[in-house]
């Protein structure tokens, strides 16, 4: 036994260097109380170790800890984007105006950072129903606190509450599916599931029911509608560096977990289906098409409800939710190609909705303001920023040449290869719709002169225009050379599901 667990945490290598991150961050704010660098710099060097030690499992297909936690290349694929994200918001932490200001003390968020991400990352490598809950719950937890970070803030106590009361109700409903689940199979392992369930002893309508109620703890997690109420709130409350991170990192965990659930436990593995990379799902119990209308609902009240909003942070926020939409259409396909177009959207959406939240940050930064009336003007004030804004806008809309036209590109070849004309054209409709809510933003920076009477200066560092300029080239470059991207991602989910 003692051989096994040794040979298990060599495999648990990146959440043991976060959990020993963690504790270093926790005794260097005791210890190191009058500076404000070591602290964060000791969490970017942890999410750096972590980085290394994670490069060498790729390609690796293994179990740890009984089978509770998956090591294979497609959790690989979103702890890398969890671990880049993380590493981008130590960055924007270290620039943000509201996160440094007078007499704060950031020891316990950078604390709190470090665990968030190590509860993202179980999330994507969790294969046993026990071990999705309490990855879900130390995330969620340490989003709670972080979201409330701010106190000084008139709204940031309502959104962490909001979030609280909302996150509680959302894993409430999850728990009780899976202990449904379990009183069904006997067992939490989701490999354990799919072979009792495939085996045709099961009520369709209670599996429909347990899977339902699952379904809503990853929906909150992913802000999918209608477990979405939080969202706009908390976006709005939370510091920006957190309202950024939780947009794309805490939404990789969340499908990651997501997407092994469904593929695992709800699959056919006895019907062998004429394309190679194409599965099948239980017979009397196509849940594929639950997920096809929680994606039409969600891309349509995300992009409808965006229309009206004039906060930056809140139309971004909705803006999320559609984008989350998107992503579920690639599920819904069953095959390898859907998957893989997913990891391609993660990808490239990290790159571009985190250069849209540092610039609404650095801008903020100097008006104070998240406003939508207050960007007009500004175009010519900061031109090399506020066009970088407009290319991550434009990338966001799925516009050609940017990334987010190559990420939608694939998931819409894999639904008309899938068949799902029907849901390609409901998502085409809402890329047009989203096309509306962003020129409004172009219109104010370029076309409208300021109301502003006093006078402010966008004048940014160089290293702010940096960071800027290493979100945004990527956002060009996979827009017109991104073969190595898809490779990478179709290599990621080729043997994924296997026990």
């Given at each position: ?15 043991t ?125 340490t ?19 909001k ?96 997407i ?44 409808l ?31 390898n ?73 694939y ?12 849901l ?43 960071v800027?300029?290493?979100l ?28």
């Amino acid at each position: 036994m003692s051989d096994q667990i040794l040979k298990d945490l060599q495999l648990f290598q990146p959440e043991t260097t976060l959990t020993i991150a963690l504790l270093l961050a926790i005794l260097a704010d005791l210890i190191f109380r009058r500076s404000k660098r070591v602290v964060p710099f000791l969490t970017m060097a942890g999410f750096v170790a972590a980085f290394v030690v994670l490069l060498p499992q790729f390609g690796v297909n293994a179990s740890v800890f009984g089978n509770m936690i998956a090591v294979d290349s497609f959790a690989f694929f979103f702890k890398l984007i969890i671990l880049l994200s993380a590493v981008l918001i130590v960055v924007f932490s270290l620039s943000s105006v509201e996160l440094n200001s007078p007499g704060r003390r950031l020891g316990e968020y950078y604390a709190l950072l470090i665990a968030l991400t190590l509860g993202m990352m179980l999330m994507a490598g969790a294969s046993n129903l026990l071990m999705m809950y309490l990855a879900l719950e130390l995330s969620s937890i340490t989003s709670y606190i972080l979201t409330g970070y701010t106190r000084e803030a008139q709204d940031s106590s309502e959104s962490s509450l909001k979030y609280v009361i909302y996150g509680a109700f959302s894993s409430g409903l999850m728990l009780y599916g899976i202990s449904i689940i379990y009183g069904m199979t006997g067992s939490l392992d989701i490999y354990t599931i799919n072979k009792v369930l495939a085996a045709g002893n099961f009520n369709s309508l209670v599996l429909l029911i347990a899977g339902t109620l699952a379904l809503a703890g990853f929906g909150y997690k992913i802000s999918a509608v209608p477990f979405h109420f939080w969202t706009p709130d908390v976006y709005e409350g939370a510091p920006i560096t957190i309202t950024a991170f939780l947009s794309v990192a805490s939404k990789a965990g969340g499908f990651a977990m997501m997407i092994r659930f469904f593929k695992v436990t709800f699959i056919d593995t006895s019907v062998v289906t004429l394309d190679v990379g194409k599965w099948a799902s239980l017979q009397g119990f196509e849940w594929y098409h639950l997920v096809a209308a929680l994606s039409v609902l969600t891309m349509t009240l995300g992009n409808l409800v965006a229309l009206w909003q004039h906060n930056l942070k809140r139309l971004l926020a909705y803006s999320s939710i559609a984008h989350a939409g998107y992503m579920l259409m690639g599920v819904v396909v069953l095959s390898n190609e859907g998957l893989a177009a997913i990891l391609v959207y993660f990808v490239v959406y990290l790159f571009m909705n985190l250069g849209a939240f540092y610039i609404v940050m650095l801008i903020a930064n100097k008006t104070g303001s998240e406003d939508i009336e207050d960007y007009k003007g500004i175009g010519q004030k900061a031109p090399f920023v506020t066009v970088a804004f407009a290319i991550f806008l434009v990338s966001l809309t799925g516009l050609p040449p940017t990334a987010g036209f190559i990420g939608k590109l694939y998931l819409f070849s894999a639904l008309l290869d899938g068949g799902w004309i029907w849901l390609a054209v409901v998502g085409a409709m809402n890329s047009v719709i989203s096309l509306y809510y962003y020129v409004k933003i172009f219109r104010n920076m370029y076309l409208r002169s300021s109301d502003r009477t006093e006078k402010f200066v966008l004048d940014f560092s160089y290293p702010q225009k940096l960071v800027v300029f290493v979100l945004l080239f990527p956002t060009l470059l996979f827009g017109l050379y991104f073969t190595p991207l898809v490779q990478f991602a179709q290599a990621s989910i080729k043997i994924f599901g296997t026990p």
